[in-house]
């Protein structure tokens, strides 16, 4: 069965008028989680919000505040979000759709930039969505599922030192630290990815099973599922790094281009796994195709040994009473000799032609 659907659940919004909430995705059964770092400078405070209600104060304020929301499927949650912090509709809708590409939005007091997080769970890549809405100051990420030990562990510990460049820049820098953890992190993903391909590429050349075969298919379609999420962020990072939005400063721009080369490093990576992938599946397929030829190699030294001595058979089978030499004493054993004789010339024969 195929691990990943590439269309997930997207025909619930079939015959909803623009920006009607409706959650597209694997569902987890789950509430939302709210989570909040808010820092000036040595003030710093962490917490996690009871309640919606609790996160309007951060709109106003004059530091700089995180807003980390984890699950999709709080309908009424997200209605309350969108209002009170003057986002879009179109863009709640956006954010509830699992199934987005890579992008980035301009609006009037806010950029909007969709992003695909890539982890490894009981071995497996995982391709989850992070939305995120940078303001003047605020930035909201938005998560499909709560995770112990997600990527942004260490970004968070960097928040919580105090007199680093994170904790003294504004928002910009700081979607800036999320952007790079999320790219940063296909690097661990890829590596992990780089084993199983190693793992698997011994095991073809040893004993290239049907288990491993489906192994490698597998390994194929999340190379796709991976390659489809994470080849159009080249533009978006591209865009940032330009300049061209109002809620990014040049200084802060310099540092996407260095996001904007760790892209290029991950797509080359996938370019090539994925040409990795399909050699092996090719050698698969000579190696099987190899094995039917030695089996068929095998039948027909074997089936061309037989033939002459089956015709001998054959004619000495014959009820004819004028074959003298049926009457001869020693005609019994000087068959025999003949025909082993056939045999051990033929294999010399084949082991000179080094058909054996």
């Given at each position: 069965?195929?691990?990943?659907?590439?269309?997930?659940?997207?025909?619930?919004?079939?015959?909803?008028?623009?920006?009607?909430?409706?959650?597209?995705?694997?569902?987890?059964?789950?509430?939302?989680?709210?989570?909040?770092?808010?820092?000036?400078?040595?003030?710093?405070?962490?917490?996690?919000?009871?309640?919606?209600e609790e996160?309007?104060?951060?709109?106003?304020?004059?530091?700089?505040?995180?807003?980390?929301?984890?699950?999709?499927?709080?309908?009424?949650?997200?209605?309350?979000?969108?209002?009170?912090?003057?986002?879009?509709?179109?863009?709640?809708?956006?954010?509830?759709?699992?199934?987005?590409?890579?992008?980035?939005?301009?609006?009037?007091?806010?950029?909007?930039?969709?992003?695909?997080?890539?982890?490894?769970?009981?071995?497996?890549?995982?391709?989850?969505?992070?939305?995120?809405?940078?303001?003047?100051?605020?930035?909201?990420?938005?998560?499909?599922q709560e995770?112990?030990?997600?990527?942004?562990?260490?970004?968070?510990?960097?928040?919580?030192?105090?007199?680093?460049?994170?904790?003294?820049?504004?928002?910009?820098?700081?979607?800036?630290?999320?952007?790079?953890?999320?790219?940063?992190?296909?690097?661990?993903?890829?590596?992990?990815?780089?084993?199983?391909?190693?793992?698997?590429?011994?095991?073809?050349?040893?004993?290239?099973?049907?288990?491993?075969?489906?192994?490698?298919?597998?390994?194929?379609?999340?190379?796709?599922?991976?390659?489809?999420?994470?080849?159009?962020?080249?533009?978006?990072?591209?865009?940032?790094?330009?300049?061209?939005?109002?809620?990014?400063?040049?200084?802060?721009?310099?540092?996407?281009?260095?996001?904007?080369?760790?892209?290029?490093?991950?797509i080359d990576?996938?370019?090539?796994?994925?040409?990795?992938?399909?050699?092996?599946?090719?050698?698969?397929?000579?190696?099987?195709?190899?094995?039917?030829?030695?089996?068929?190699?095998?039948?027909?030294?074997?089936?061309?040994?037989?033939?002459?001595?089956?015709?001998?058979?054959?004619?000495?089978?014959?009820?004819?009473?004028?074959?003298?030499?049926?009457?001869?004493?020693?005609?019994?054993?000087?068959?025999?000799?003949?025909?082993?004789?056939?045999?051990?010339?033929?294999?010399?024969?084949?082991?000179?032609?080094?058909?054996?």
């Amino acid at each position: 069965m195929a691990r990943y659907r590439y269309m997930k659940g997207i025909s619930k919004k079939r015959g909803l008028k623009p920006g009607s909430l409706v959650h597209v995705g694997k569902s987890t059964g789950k509430g939302s989680k709210i989570s909040v770092i808010d820092y000036k400078g040595e003030v710093f405070d962490e917490r996690n919000l009871k309640s919606i209600e609790e996160s309007y104060k951060y709109k106003n304020s004059d530091s700089v505040t995180w807003i980390n929301v984890d699950g999709l499927e709080d309908m009424g949650l997200y209605e309350k979000f969108g209002k009170e912090f003057g986002i879009h509709p179109l863009v709640m809708e956006d954010i509830l759709n699992t199934n987005q590409r890579p992008k980035i939005e301009e609006f009037d007091n806010y950029i909007y930039v969709v992003l695909k997080m890539i982890y490894y769970s009981k071995n497996v890549p995982v391709v989850e969505q992070v939305s995120l809405i940078c303001m003047k100051n605020v930035v909201i990420t938005f998560q499909e599922q709560e995770l112990k030990g997600d990527v942004f562990d260490n970004l968070r510990n960097r928040l919580r030192t105090s007199g680093n460049k994170l904790r003294s820049s504004g928002t910009d820098y700081l979607a800036y630290a999320i952007i790079d953890s999320i790219v940063d992190n296909y690097f661990v993903a890829l590596e992990k990815f780089e084993d199983r391909i190693e793992t698997f590429e011994e095991k073809l050349l040893k004993n290239p099973t049907n288990e491993v075969f489906t192994e490698i298919y597998n390994m194929k379609r999340e190379m796709i599922f991976i390659r489809k999420s994470v080849w159009p962020l080249r533009e978006v990072i591209n865009i940032l790094q330009r300049g061209e939005s109002d809620f990014i400063s040049s200084d802060t721009s310099v540092y996407f281009k260095d996001v904007y080369d760790h892209t290029i490093q991950v797509i080359d990576s996938i370019e090539l796994f994925r040409d990795i992938i399909e050699g092996m599946l090719d050698t698969y397929l000579s190696s099987v195709s190899n094995k039917m030829n030695e089996v068929m190699k095998f039948l027909t030294i074997f089936s061309t040994i037989f033939i002459p001595l089956s015709f001998l058979v054959g004619v000495y089978g014959m009820n004819f009473d004028n074959m003298p030499e049926l009457k001869w004493h020693y005609a019994y054993q000087g068959l025999w000799v003949i025909m082993i004789a056939i045999v051990v010339s033929m294999l010399v024969y084949f082991k000179k032609k080094k058909w054996l």
